[in-house]
């Protein structure tokens, strides 16, 4: 595992030994980062389930303003905090260990967010509830893209319950990235 591109190109990365993370292939990473390569200079990104931090580190590494990383297991806590050190992106970015909904309540009040992205354990219901603590959030506001990573045969019905729809799917082999928006709400 690797930076695709920008300031961390080619800069190889730590994951921590284990099935308690499933870090993004450069494949996908790649893709996903050319769908977002307009939106990403000056952003502020938000890395959610972060594992080893590859998602938020390529952000940085592509010219987000800010990354921060929610990681809830010691280790891959410790680990993204080495990679960001190993690739000089420390001074922008910030690792709160904690489950994601404490540390979106944490977060609150600051700022939108422009990216979400978030890549849960799988068949845990864990999206569900960072869904429904962003859906009245200062976090996501009408602009932030949220970016879901899930099975490829996850079903998406339920997103609506929580506020957000579904502006665009990106399917792989196993996989997709939903990219959700917050519904306005007619004034």
Partial sequence: MRVIAGTARSLPLKCIE??????????????LFNMLQQDILGCRFLDLFAGTGAIGIE????????????EHQQKAAACIK????FTKLSDR???LKADVVSALYQLEREEAFDIIFMDPPYGQGLEQQALAA???????????TVILETTKDAAADWIKDY????CKIKNYKTNKHLFLRRIQEDS
């Fill in 134 to 144: 962003l859906q009245n959030s200062s976090l996501a506001d009408g602009q932030t």
């Fill in 59 to 70: 952000a940085l590494s592509r010219g987000a303003r800010e990354a921060v990383f929610v």
């Fill in 82 to 85: 080495e990679n960001l050190s």
């Fill in 18 to 31: 284990g099935l308690d993370t499933r870090p993004t292939t450069d494949r996908i990473k790649e893709t």
């Fill in 93 to 95: 970015a910030r690792v």
């Fill in 163 to 166: 506020g957000f729809t579904a």
